[in-house]
């Protein structure tokens, strides 16, 4: 049978290019339909890429830690038997050129500065906004957005998977020139110092998790005007009730961890103020009111943060959620967690705690209008019946995107939260 040139297939939604992380066979191994080949890590996911056809690996095209684009050859794969003599492993490929990517920024600012915020500059000269994905789009549509000077990638589409539309273009372009969405600019408009003239310095190219992780964050701080309150709750009688538990969590192959507890309550929560349940479309001037509780929680790896999504957590009762929350970790730390494992986010945890601290500014993580910080728990005395006791405190940090949510709705928002946790016994555990 002829040979087959296998080509790196879509990787998903807006996904151009990945890096070959590894490649799973070698020259003259004979493989079956649908067995992985190779792994390729796109921003902050990997997909295992597997086999159309059973037959022989002739060629290999590529190499682990290049970079490839979709379309591009894989392997050549002799189908249907062996190869009489395996061929020598060709040259690999060059890999696809990658997109240039900004400058890195200097030491990070308490808040970036966005380099231009009024109407969008003659057609010549395009609207740059720093974004973490590419725009889906017709090639119509995005030859309007270049001759009107605005950057299609930072346009909120309105049709089906977000796909932009000339009128989503259109809208969006208005909204610049009122005032009312901000470009952040590029990191790359203030140049780097030469850091040599002070002393040895080592350059080392971003992995793919930090750079996706850095745009992502530079977009969400520069357009979403943050506002964060500090509040702590005694977690007390609830961490009392987490180690009486214990056992019926080892039971069920899982660890209960507070951070399992606060990702009911928020679910809970949001159910009472919708609106923090909701998300911004400010080109159509309208608010999204989700009606499905799914809640991201993120990952420290080696690599950077990741934040998988747990789905309809609503649903299900803390020890399923300790058992999701186990098995989510251990697929981001192994570096197998999929484009659709970190999407569909309706507000999202991140528990420092493990690691130390106590009230900080998390990052709202766009579409999302919210996002609930944990710094460590301590002990501290605490006035209860006229009397001091030592109560487990735990400090959380709610910000929220003022735009959409006033203080008193962040301030109400946290004050259930908080009142749910003093009375760990209206949680769910097995039901």
């Not at 379309?71 to 002799?78: D, K, S, Y």
């Not at 509780?293 to 957590?313: C, H, I, K, M, S």
């Amino acid at each position: 049978m002829a040979d087959i040139e296998f080509k790196l297939p879509p990787l998903g939604e807006n996904v151009e290019s990945g890096d070959v992380v590894k490649i799973a066979v070698k020259v003259g191994d004979t493989v079956e339909k649908d067995q992985t080949l190779l792994e390729v890590e796109t921003g902050k996911a990997s997909a295992e890429i597997p086999s159309p056809e059973a037959g022989t690996i002739k060629q290999i095209h590529v190499k682990e830690g290049s970079k490839v684009k979709v379309g591009q050859a894989l392997f050549t794969i002799a189908a249907g038997g062996a190869v009489s003599a395996p061929a020598p492993a060709a040259e690999p490929a060059k890999p696809a050129p990658a997109a240039q990517t900004p400058a890195p920024a200097p030491s990070p600012a308490p808040a970036p500065t966005p380099s231009h915020t009024a109407a969008p500059p003659p057609p010549t000269t395009p609207v740059e906004i720093a974004t973490g994905s590419s725009a889906s789009a017709a090639p119509s549509t995005r030859k309007f957005a270049r001759e009107i000077g605005v950057d299609i990638n930072s346009v909120p589409g309105s049709g089906p998977g977000g796909r932009v539309s000339v009128d989503d273009v259109k809208n969006f372009s208005r909204a610049l020139s009122a005032g009312m969405v901000r470009s952040p600019g590029k990191s790359a408009a203030t140049p780097l110092p030469d850091f040599s003239r002070w002393g040895e310095v080592e350059r080392q190219t971003l992995n793919n998790v930090r750079t996706a992780t850095a745009e992502q964050m530079a977009f969400c701080w520069a357009t979403i005007p943050h506002v964060t309150l500090h509040d702590k709750a005694d977690i007390t009688e609830l961490e009392r009730l987490r180690k009486e538990s214990r056992s019926k969590a080892e039971a069920a192959g899982t660890k209960l961890t507070i951070t399992a507890f606060l990702v009911k309550i928020v679910a809970s929560a949001l159910k009472v103020f919708p609106k923090i349940n909701s998300s911004l479309d400010l080109a159509r001037g309208e608010q999204i009111i989700k009606k499905y509780y799914n809640v991201g929680v993120a990952v420290d790896t080696e690599r950077g943060l990741v934040v998988p999504v747990l789905r309809d957590v609503d649903r299900r009762n803390v020890i399923q959620l300790s058992i999701e929350l186990q098995r989510a970790a251990d697929r981001a730390k192994a570096r197998k967690l999929s484009p659709d494992d970190m999407t569909g986010g309706c507000f999202t945890v991140t528990n420092i705690g493990g690691i130390g601290g106590g009230f900080f500014t998390p990052i709202i993580n766009h579409p999302e209008v919210a996002i609930l910080g944990v710094g460590r728990a301590a002990y501290e005395p605490v006035l209860v019946d006229g009397f001091f006791q030592p109560r487990l405190m735990l400090p959380l940090s709610l910000s929220f995107d003022h735009r959409l949510v006033d203080g008193a709705d962040g301030a109400r928002f946290l004050k259930w939260v908080i009142e749910a946790i003093h009375n760990p016994a209206l949680l769910s555990l097995e039901g």
